[in-house]
């Protein structure tokens, strides 16, 4: 099972747009990323976003560039300040789900899977980016989640 979480790509100020949509930037980074994606074969399920416009977009874009037939679906509770015990509680069922949302959700969500605590910062997610969550299973039966892969828009 992998998870695959992707922050919004980069949106427009609140002045210029009050929904936030995405940039043409934004657009072009998340395009270029989805592009890489594809290329690489990457197999989503599913996929759910936050239901703000930046991220609906950002979802639109990866499902279109990577012909996924993978409908989108909005998720509750995986907003910027949303709890993510527990949206972390219903994850286990999933297979090969793109989650699209925001920060801090995303690095809290990351660091509550991988680390039993929100409070650490175990990766700096870049719009547009994905991180590729894995688990392994453990003699005890236990599951471990850990970061199998990224791919960004900058790399320094």
């Given at each position: 099972m992998a998870l695959?979480?992707?922050q919004h790509g980069i949106s427009a100020q609140?002045?210029?747009?009050?929904e936030k949509g995405l940039t043409d930037q934004g657009q072009a980074e998340t395009k270029r990323i989805a592009e890489v994606a594809?290329?690489?074969g990457v197999k989503?399920?599913?996929?759910?976003h936050s239901g703000k416009k930046r991220a609906e977009q950002t979802a639109t874009i990866f499902r279109d560039i990577m012909s996924l037939k993978a409908p989108l679906e909005t998720i509750p509770g995986i907003n910027p300040k949303d709890d993510?015990?527990?949206f972390a509680r219903t994850i286990f069922s999933e297979s090969n789900a793109m989650v699209v949302g925001h920060l801090p959700f995303l690095q809290r969500l990351v660091s509550r899977l991988i680390t039993g605590s929100e409070d650490y910062k175990v990766y700096q997610f870049q719009n547009s980016?994905?991180?590729c969550l894995d688990t392994s299973e453990e003699p005890d039966g236990k599951v471990d989640w850990f970061i199998k892969w990224t791919l960004n828009p900058r790399i320094s």
């Open positions: 695959f979480l992707v609140k002045d210029i747009d009050p594809k290329g690489y989503v399920a599913k996929i759910g993510v015990r527990a980016g994905i991180v």
